[in-house]
């Protein structure tokens, strides 16, 4: 199993960014798939799952409105969409799959 997030970088305050995971090594359309973020020192906060076939998701209540997870099962690729980014969101995004991490992807939000 991998998993390999990119998309990450430094935007401002109000800006977007769009996250993806690029999944391998699994039949990804059997797993619901999930985001999660860190900040240093803070335990891992889970902000997004989306169903294995996309049809049911749910959001940490501090990023609801704001971001949209996504999937394309047909790519592997499970995605996040950010959109009036906080500094407060700032932090390593994780995507997830039961018992498995990718490496992570930094998001720094900063004017």
């Known amino acids: 199993v991998q998993l390999v997030e990119s998309g990450g970088g430094l935007v401002q305050p109000g800006g977007s960014l769009r996250l993806s995971c690029a999944a391998s090594?699994?039949?990804?359309?059997?797993?619901?798939m999930r985001w999660y973020r860190q900040v240093p020192g803070k335990e891992r906060e889970l902000v997004a799952t989306?169903?294995?076939?996309?049809?049911?998701?749910n959001y940490a209540d501090s990023v609801k409105g704001r971001f949209t997870i996504s999937r394309d099962n047909a790519k592997n690729t499970v995605y996040l969409q950010m959109n009036s980014l906080e500094p407060e969101d700032t932090a390593v995004y994780y995507c997830?799959?039961?018992?498995?991490w990718g490496k992570g992807t930094l998001v720094t939000v900063s004017s």
């Open positions: 090594g699994f039949t990804f359309s059997s797993y619901d």
């Open positions: 989306i169903t294995s076939a996309g049809g049911s998701t």
């Open positions: 997830n799959r039961f018992g498995y």
